[in-house]
C-alpha cells in the first residue's frame, strides 16, 4: 500500500429523498477525501446528511433515497457505476460499516458465530468449520470469549454486541471502515472501552475510518481531518487542531461553542439561533445564510464553493467574509 | 386519516367503488327490482330471459328480486354485526390495555379463551339451541367476533400508552376517561376503522354461512337463504345455476369490496409501501435490481 | 419450558371453558332441557339408560345444579357424552371416533400445503416490490378468499362433478370399496380428497400469503437487514436465513389463531362434499337435532384446535431463540 491514492474519493455526491412533498435535497453536492490509514470525521447535527452519505457509500440507502450525481470512487473504482455481481461482491471487502445502535444490526435468530461467518462464507469460499475458525479469532481480536460463538445477540451486553459489529467490520480487513455513530446509544463507561478498542484496532490494522457523530470533542480528538456539514454541504474541512482551535465558519463556530468543557473556565454556551433548514425547499445561496451573522448579500444568492483558504483548511465562503489575517 | 389519499389510492378507489354499488342497489331495491322477492311469479328453474332477467328458481321466485332484495338484511346483518363486535372490542381491549394489572390479565384470558374456541361450530351450536332471528345472529356472530379486534386494540393502546404525549397528560393531572377519549382514541382511528371492515366483511360472510345451514330465520331474503333454497330445491342437480350463482357472486364482491378498501388503507398508512411507490415512479427498474442498491439516477446539478 | 407449561394451562382452561359451553346450552332451550334433549330419543331408550344419559349430560333434575356440573365434568372426562339419536344404538364418543380421522386428513394436508404455498408467495411477493407477485397476486388472493367457501366448493361441485363427472366430489372414499391397506384405497382417498383440500386452500392462501408479506415488509425495513445488504451476503440467504426466518414468527403466532377459523370453516366444505368428518357430522346433528352428537362434536373439534395450537407452540419455541430461555 505505496500509493498515495486515496482510499476514498466522494465526488460532487447528490442525493435526494422522494417524498409526496416534493423531493428532499439531502445531500448537495458534497466531496472530500480520504488517504489510507486516516481517519476522517464528519460533524453536524441531525439531519445534516452525515449518515446518508454513509449509506451511500455503499449504497444501502433505503427507498425513496435516490443518488442524483457525482462519483464515488474506492480503490480506482467508481461504486455508483458498479453493476449487480460487481456492488455484491464488492461490499464488505474494501469497505465495511458499523452501524448506529448495534442492537438492531444484528439478526435475532441467529447466533453470534454464524453471523460471523456468514461473510467468509461468502466472499472468501471458506467451509462452514474454517470460517468459525476464523469468527473465533475475531472474537478474541475484540475481547469476548470465544464460547461467545453460540449465543444469540439477545444474551449479550450493549457494549459487547457494540463489539461484535466492530469484530464483524473487520472481518475481510477493509482498507476502510465506516462509522456511524458507534457510540452514542452506549453509556460513557462503555463508551471509551469502545473507543479504546477501536484506537487498538486500528494501531494493528492500519484501516482508513470515516468517523461519523455529532459528539465534536469525541471527534476532535480522535479524527486526523474534520469535515464539517450543515443541511446536507460541507462547509468546513481541516485538520482536527486546525477546525478546534481556528473555526473559520459561522456555523463551526456556533457548533463549538455549544459543548461545555470538562474542564477549564466556565463558559458561557452560545448555541445557534433558528433551526435546520427544510431540505424540500432549502435557502437559496449559502444554505446557512437565515441563521448566520455575518452573512453578506451575495450568500443570500450563490452557493459559495470549497476554497483553500489556509493550507489544508478549506471554507465554504465568498471572498469578502472576514477571516483572520493570513487567509486568501 | 386522510380519506381523500383513499381515494386517490387506485386499490382503495375501486373498493369503495364495489361496496357503494352494493349499499345503493340494496336501498334502492324497491326501484329497481319491485314487488315482493317472495313472490312465486313463474315456473320453477327458468333460465334468465327478458322477463326474468335472473330466471327464476327451484321455487319459481324471480332470482333478480331475490338478488337485490337480498342485499339489505344481508349488509344490516353485516352493519350490526361490526358495530356490536367493534364496540365490544373498543371497551374490552381499551380498558386491558390502558389499565394493565390484573384486570388486564382477566380481560386478556377472556379474549384468548374467545380466540381459541372454534367460532363456526360454536355459531351453529348457539344458531340451533336459541330461536332464530336477526337479532340473534348478530349477537351470536358479534360474540365470537369481538375478541379478535379486541386484541389488536389493546397492544395498540400498550404501545400508544408509552408515547410522550400521554405521560405528559398523566403528569398534568388530566383524568383517565380524558386521556382515553381524548387522546388515545383519536390516535386509533386508523385501526378501528381497518377492524370495523374486517368485522364487516366476517358478519356478512358468517350470516351468510348460517343461512346456508338452514340456522337463521328462513323466511327473511337475505343473500345466505337465497342460496339455502336453491341448494335446497336442488337447483345443482336441475342444472339452474342462475339460482344460486348471483347471491354467491354478491356476498363475494362485496367482501372483496371491503378488502380493497382495507389493503388501501394499509398502503396509505404504512410509511414503507408508501416510500415504494414513490420510489417506483421515478425510477422503473429499480425493484427488479437482482441485488438491492439505491439507484443511481445522475442528472444535471 | 415455563411458556409451554402456560400455554398448556391456557388450554387446559379453554377445554373447561367448552365443556362449560356444553353444560349451559341445552338450558337455553325453551321448555324443559331434558326433555327437549332426550327427544324421541327417550322412547327408544329403557328407564335405565334414560336416567344414564341424563346424568351424563349433567340434566338429572334429582341433582342440585352445581351437583349437575361435577356429574358432567366427571362423565366427560371419562368418555361419556351419551347416545347418538341419529345413529342410536352408537355413542355419541363412537360417532366422533368415525369423524376424527377424516376430518384431520383433510385439515392437516389442506392447511400444510396452505401455509407453505401461501408463505412462499408471501416472502417471493414481500421481496420483489413491483411484478406480478408483488401487485397482482395479492389481490387475486383476496378476491379467492372473498368468496364464501362453500359457494366455491358448490361450484367446483357443479361444473367439475355434475356436469364433466371428473372428479369424485362427494365421500371420503369410493363407495364401492371397504377400507383396507390396500393401494386401491389409498388411490380412492387420495381421489376424494383432491377437491375439497383444493377448495380449502384456494379460500385460505391468501391469509397466509398477505400475512406474510405484510410481515416481510416491516421486517425488511429492519437494521439488521440493511447491516447483511451491507455485508455483500447474496440475495437468496438475505431473504430466507435473515428476512423470513424472523417474519416467520409472527405468522406462526397468528397460525394458532387461524388455525381455529380453518378448522371452523373446514366445516362447510365437508357439508358440500358429503365428506365424513366431523363437521359433516355436525350439520347433520344439527338437521335431526340430535342434541348429545351436537355437543360431544363441539367438544372434539374444540379439543383439535387446542391441540393444533399448542404443537404450533412448540413449533414456535423451536424458532425463536427468545423464547427458549424463558
Known amino acids: 500500500m505505496t500509493t498515495s491514492q486515496p482510499v476514498l474519493n466522494l465526488c460532487d455526491l447528490y442525493v435526494e429523498y422522494l417524498t409526496a412533498r416534493g423531493p428532499v435535497q439531502a445531500v448537495n453536492g458534497v466531496s472530500f477525501s480520504i488517504a489510507p490509514g486516516e481517519v476522517f470525521g464528519l460533524a453536524g447535527e441531525s439531519g445534516c446528511g452525515k449518515s446518508t452519505i454513509a449509506h451511500t457509500i455503499l449504497r444501502v440507502l433505503r427507498p425513496p433515497a435516490i443518488i442524483t450525481g457525482g462519483q464515488i470512487v474506492v480503490k480506482g473504482r467508481d461504486v455508483l457505476q458498479m453493476d449487480d455481481e460487481t456492488l455484491e461482491a464488492f461490499r464488505w471487502r474494501d469497505v465495511s460499516m458499523v452501524f448506529q445502535s448495534a442492537m438492531n444490526s444484528l439478526n435475532p435468530v441467529m447466533n453470534v458465530g454464524n453471523q460471523l461467518a456468514d461473510v467468509f462464507i461468502r466472499h472468501k469460499r471458506m467451509s462452514k468449520r474454517e470460517a468459525l475458525e476464523r469468527a473465533s479469532e475475531l472474537l478474541i481480536g475484540v475481547d469476548i470469549d470465544q464460547r461467545r460463538l453460540s449465543s444469540f445477540p439477545h444474551q449479550l451486553s450493549g457494549g459487547m454486541r457494540q463489539r461484535v459489529v466492530i469484530a464483524m467490520a473487520m472481518a475481510l480487513e477493509p482498507a476502510l471502515m465506516i462509522m456511524d455513530e458507534p457510540t452514542t446509544a452506549l453509556d460513557v463507561v462503555v463508551q471509551k472501552d469502545i473507543m479504546q478498542q477501536i484506537r487498538e484496532l486500528k494501531r494493528k490494522m492500519s484501516f482508513a475510518i470515516l468517523f461519523i457523530t455529532h459528539d465534536l470533542s469525541l471527534m476532535t480528538e480522535f479524527s486526523d481531518r474534520i469535515g464539517i456539514m450543515y443541511a446536507g454541504e460541507i462547509v468546513e474541512q481541516a485538520q482536527a487542531r486546525e477546525i478546534f482551535n481556528n473555526p473559520l465558519h459561522p456555523y463551526t463556530q456556533g457548533l463549538l461553542g455549544s459543548f461545555p468543557a470538562l474542564a477549564g473556565p466556565k463558559k458561557r454556551l452560545t448555541g445557534i439561533a433558528g433551526s435546520p433548514p427544510d431540505l424540500v425547499a432549502p435557502p437559496a445561496g449559502c444554505r446557512f445564510h437565515p441563521r448566520c451573522w455575518v452573512c453578506q448579500p451575495i450568500e443570500q444568492v450563490v452557493k459559495p464553493q470549497l476554497r483553500e483558504v489556509l493550507p489544508g483548511h478549506w471554507l465554504a465562503a465568498h471572498p469578502g467574509m472576514p477571516l483572520p489575517p493570513g487567509a486568501a | ?301 | 419450558m415455563n411458556f409451554l407449561l402456560r400455554r398448556l394451562g391456557f388450554y387446559v382452561l379453554a377445554y373447561w371453558a367448552a365443556l362449560t359451553i356444553d353444560f349451559v346450552l341445552p338450558r337455553l332451550l325453551p321448555g324443559d332441557p331434558a326433555a327437549t334433549i332426550m327427544g324421541s330419543l327417550g322412547s327408544r331408550l329403557q328407564p335405565g339408560q334414560v336416567e344414564a344419559m341424563q346424568k351424563a349430560l349433567g340434566l338429572d333434575h334429582t341433582d342440585g345444579l352445581p351437583q349437575q356440573y361435577v356429574t358432567f365434568l366427571s362423565h366427560a372426562a371419562r368418555g361419556d357424552l351419551g347416545f347418538s339419536y341419529s345413529y342410536f344404538p352408537a355413542t355419541v364418543t363412537e360417532v366422533i371416533g368415525t369423524g376424527l380421522i377424516w376430518t384431520l386428513l383433510l385439515g392437516l394436508t389442506a392447511l400444510l400445503i396452505s401455509f407453505v404455498l401461501g408463505n412462499l408467495l408471501g416472502v417471493f411477493g414481500a421481496w420483489r416490490r413491483v411484478g406480478f407477485l408483488a401487485n397482482v397476486v395479492p389481490p387475486i388472493m383476496i378476491l379467492a378468499g372473498a368468496f364464501p367457501p362453500f359457494f366455491l366448493a358448490l361450484s367446483a361441485v357443479y361444473v367439475l362433478g355434475v356436469q364433466f363427472n371428473l372428479i369424485p366430489t362427494s365421500h371420503a372414499f369410493a363407495d364401492t370399496l371397504a377400507p383396507a391397506p390396500t393401494l386401491e384405497f389409498a388411490a380412492s382417498v387420495l381421489e376424494h380428497l383432491f377437491l375439497p383440500a383444493v377448495i380449502i386452500v384456494i379460500v385460505t392462501i391468501g391469509i397466509w400469503t398477505l400475512t406474510m408479506r405484510n410481515t416481510m415488509v416491516s421486517v425488511l425495513a429492519d437494521d439488521f437487514i440493511t447491516m447483511a445488504e451491507a455485508k455483500g451476503l447474496r440475495q437468496h440467504r438475505i431473504m430466507f436465513n435473515y428476512a423470513a426466518r424472523n417474519a416467520l414468527l409472527p405468522s406462526v403466532t397468528g397460525f394458532g389463531v387461524f388455525l381455529g377459523f380453518v378448522l371452523s370453516g373446514q366445516v362447510l366444505i365437508e357439508q358440500v362434499f358429503a365428506y365424513p368428518g366431523l363437521g359433516f357430522l355436525l350439520v347433520g346433528a344439527v338437521g335431526s337435532r340430535d342434541y348429545p352428537l351436537m355437543q360431544g362434536l363441539f367438544l372434539m373439534i374444540t379439543t383439535a384446535v387446542l391441540a393444533a395450537n399448542f404443537l404450533v407452540d412448540v413449533l414456535y419455541t423451536r424458532l425463536d431463540p427468545r423464547v427458549r430461555a424463558g
Open chain 2, 1 to 301: 386519516m386522510d380519506f381523500r389519499l383513499l381515494l386517490r389510492n387506485p386499490i382503495g378507489r375501486i373498493g369503495i367503488i364495489v361496496v357503494l354499488f352494493f349499499v345503493v342497489a340494496s336501498l334502492g331495491a324497491p326501484v329497481i327490482a319491485p314487488g315482493d322477492p317472495s313472490e312465486f311469479v313463474g315456473d320453477p328453474n327458468q333460465p334468465p330471459s327478458s322477463e326474468h332477467i335472473f330466471g327464476t328458481d327451484p321455487q319459481g321466485k324471480d332470482v333478480f328480486r331475490q338478488t337485490v332484495w337480498g342485499g339489505r338484511i344481508s349488509l344490516a346483518i353485516g352493519f350490526g354485526t361490526a358495530i356490536l363486535a367493534i364496540t365490544v372490542a373498543i371497551l374490552i381491549g381499551m380498558t386491558a390495555g390502558f389499565f394493565g394489572g390484573l384486570v388486564d390479565n382477566l380481560l386478556t384470558l377472556l379474549m384468548n379463551l374467545f380466540l381459541v374456541i372454534p367460532g363456526l361450530p360454536l355459531l351453529i351450536l348457539l344458531a340451533a339451541y336459541l330461536a332464530p332471528s336477526t337479532s340473534t345472529v348478530i349477537g351470536t356472530l358479534a360474540l365470537t367476533g369481538w375478541a379478535f379486534h379486541a386484541r389488536i386494540f389493546r397492544s395498540m393502546v400498550l404501545s400508544l400508552r408509552e408515547k410522550d404525549f400521554v405521560a405528559a397528560s398523566i403528569v398534568s393531572g388530566e383524568g383517565n376517561f380524558t386521556i382515553l377519549f381524548q387522546q388515545i382514541l383519536p390516535n386509533m382511528i386508523n385501526i378501528i376503522v381497518g377492524s370495523f371492515i374486517g368485522s364487516l366483511i366476517y358478519g356478512i360472510g358468517a350470516a351468510t354461512a348460517l343461512s346456508f345451514l338452514g340456522l337463521t330465520e328462513m323466511t327473511d331474503v337475505t343473500w345466505g337463504t337465497n342460496l339455502f333454497w336453491a341448494q335446497n330445491g336442488g337447483a345443482l342437480f336441475s342444472g339452474a345455476w342462475w339460482a344460486f350463482v348471483p347471491s354467491g357472486i354478491c356476498v363475494a364482491l362485496t367482501a372483496f369490496g371491503l378488502s380493497l378498501i382495507n389493503y388501501g388503507m394499509d398502503e396509505i398508512t404504512n410509511p414503507r409501501l408508501r416510500a415504494e411507490r414513490e420510489l417506483a415512479k421515478v425510477v422503473k427498474n429499480a425493484a427488479l435490481r437482482r441485488v438491492r442498491a439505491t439507484p443511481f439516477v445522475p442528472r444535471a446539478h
